[in-house]
């Protein structure tokens, strides 16, 4: 059974950093894609980053993040990282992580965890909260 806890959230002012954490179980042994998705009130899910951890890896980002955010994995700690910088405004929502197992082979997942929705992701967590003050 996969679970998912998210830690790190918190307020920071416009250009700050914060780095979010979630502590991932039941993900070893297997190929996933392994994602951070972000939801501020009143607006839609929206996928911030995702990592694909089958053969090479690959990450991919939305473009409101790209270039300021970073995800990665400990694999030794099965904890999953998003690493946010020059934060704004607009990055202000209640930060999920998600995990959908990928069966596929290392083409056919890639090409999957690149533009999967929120919707095909099996697992979340509780969620972590992120304000970013002007």
């Known amino acids: 059974q996969v679970q998912l806890a998210e830690s790190g959230g918190g307020s920071v002012q416009a250009g700050g950093s914060l780095r979010l954490s979630c502590a991932a179980s039941?993900?070893?042994?297997?190929?996933?894609?392994l994602g951070w998705f972000r939801q501020a009130p009143g607006k839609e899910r929206e996928r911030a980053a995702v990592?694909?951890?089958?053969?090479?890896?690959?990450?991919y980002y939305g473009d409101s993040v790209k270039g300021r955010f970073t995800i990665s994995r400990d694999n030794a700690k099965n904890t999953l990282f998003l690493q946010m910088s020059s934060l704004k405004p607009e990055d202000t929502a209640m930060y999920y992580c998600?995990?959908?197992?990928?069966?596929?082979?290392?083409?056919?997942?890639?090409?999957?965890?690149?533009?999967?929705?929120?919707?095909?992701?099996?697992?979340w967590g509780q969620g972590t909260p992120v304000t970013v003050s002007s």
């Open positions: 990592l694909y951890t089958g053969g090479g890896g690959m990450a």
């Open positions: 039941g993900v070893s042994g297997n190929t996933y894609c």
């Open positions: 998600a995990a959908v197992p990928i069966p596929g082979p290392t083409a056919w997942g890639r090409t999957f965890c690149a533009g999967a929705s929120s919707e095909k992701y099996a697992y």
